[in-house]
């Protein structure tokens, strides 16, 4: 028996090995990225964002007034399609762990499940940024087409309350999409549920006159209403966005994160 062996210092059963070292956070978020477009699903669904922010500036060029035809009502017509569909990118970054059985090799790859969590909220807030830039881009594009093609008012007046309030919408419902595909782990519930629960409880809210008074603080659409008119945030607008956002997106968000951080990974 070699003395060499005898005199190597013994770890503690299930103690780290300092040899190793842990996969960069850079790295784990390449491949957060590379998963969203690697799949089919994930894929064609930033195909058909792309595809539909072009189709949107097309049919409001031609169906919209001339004196409508600005930078910001472009915008607009552009971050709409993106604000109903980046969510569910967001959701197919979380389930797909767990619908396409990924998971086992995610997390023996990199067992601390908190880091892989943080990488892909971190991947997929990227790309709604991105898709905001994009959006401004094809906007601007647009704007030229009214000028040249429809006579277009051409207005070039934009704030950065405006873009500050597009931002701001892309990311709340990239993060709640996030947070529901945490909170079920299945992308058809996910998605089902992101999409049926806020607009049938704003049903509810608008229908039930005792609850005319505290919607803003427990509906999610209502309190985010004042982003879509273009209005002025005053001091309690913030303070709806953040009690309703805390409802929404941060409580579905912290028990999902309990969720994945607990739940077995199966292999089949």
């Given at each position: 028996?070699?003395?060499?062996?005898?005199?190597?210092?013994?770890?503690?059963?299930?103690?780290?090995?300092?040899?190793?070292?842990?996969?960069?956070?850079?790295?784990?978020?390449?491949?957060?990225?590379?998963?969203?477009v690697d799949t089919r699903a994930g894929f064609w669904l930033l195909a058909a964002i792309g595809?539909?922010?072009?189709?949107?500036?097309?049919?409001?060029?031609?169906?919209?007034?001339?004196?409508?035809?600005?930078?910001?009502?472009?915008?607009?017509?552009?971050?709409?399609?993106?604000?109903?569909?980046?969510?569910?990118?967001?959701?197919?970054?979380?389930?797909?762990?767990?619908?396409?059985?990924?998971?086992?090799?995610?997390?023996?790859?990199?067992?601390?499940?908190?880091?892989?969590?943080?990488?892909?909220?971190?991947?997929?807030?990227?790309?709604?940024?991105?898709?905001?830039?994009?959006?401004?881009?094809?906007?601007?594009?647009?704007?030229?087409?009214?000028?040249?093609?429809?006579?277009?008012?051409?207005?070039?007046?934009?704030?950065?309350?405006?873009?500050?309030?597009?931002?701001?919408?892309?990311?709340?419902?990239?993060?709640?999409?996030?947070?529901?595909?945490?909170?079920?782990?299945?992308?058809?519930?996910?998605?089902?549920?992101?999409?049926?629960?806020?607009?049938?409880?704003?049903?509810?809210?608008?229908?039930?006159?005792?609850?005319?008074?505290?919607?803003?603080?427990?509906?999610?659409?209502?309190?985010?209403?004042?982003?879509?008119?273009?209005?002025?945030?005053?001091?309690?607008?913030?303070?709806?966005?953040?009690?309703?956002?805390?409802?929404?997106?941060?409580?579905?968000?912290?028990?999902?994160?309990?969720?994945?951080?607990?739940?077995?990974?199966?292999?089949?």
């Open positions: 028996m070699s003395t060499a062996i005898l005199q190597a210092p013994l770890r503690p059963t299930g103690a780290p090995d300092p040899s190793v070292t842990a996969v960069p956070l850079t790295g784990l978020l390449r491949v957060e990225l590379r998963k969203l595809i539909i922010t072009v189709a949107v500036i097309g049919v409001f060029l031609f169906a919209a007034d001339a004196e409508e035809l600005t930078y910001l009502h472009f915008i607009g017509a552009t971050s709409t399609p993106q604000s109903l569909l980046l969510p569910v990118l967001g959701i197919l970054a979380v389930t797909t762990e767990w619908t396409q059985r990924t998971g086992l090799v995610t997390f023996t790859l990199e067992p601390s499940r908190a880091r892989v969590a943080l990488a892909k909220l971190v991947a997929v807030l990227g790309v709604g940024l991105l898709a905001v830039v994009v959006a401004i881009g094809v906007a601007a594009l647009g704007n030229l087409a009214g000028i040249a093609l429809m006579d277009g008012s051409g207005s070039w007046s934009v704030s950065g309350a405006n873009v500050r309030d597009v931002v701001g919408l892309q990311l709340i419902g990239v993060l709640q999409g996030v947070a529901f595909g945490m909170l079920l782990m299945h992308t058809a519930p996910a998605i089902v549920s992101y999409y049926v629960l806020p607009l049938a409880w704003t049903q509810v809210v608008s229908l039930v006159g005792a609850l005319e008074g505290p919607a803003p603080w427990l509906d999610m659409n209502t309190a985010i209403g004042p982003l879509f008119k273009g209005e002025a945030l005053e001091a309690g607008d913030w303070a709806h966005i953040a009690v309703a956002g805390t409802i929404w997106v941060l409580v579905p968000l912290t028990i999902g994160v309990v969720r994945l951080l607990r739940r077995e990974v199966k292999s089949g």
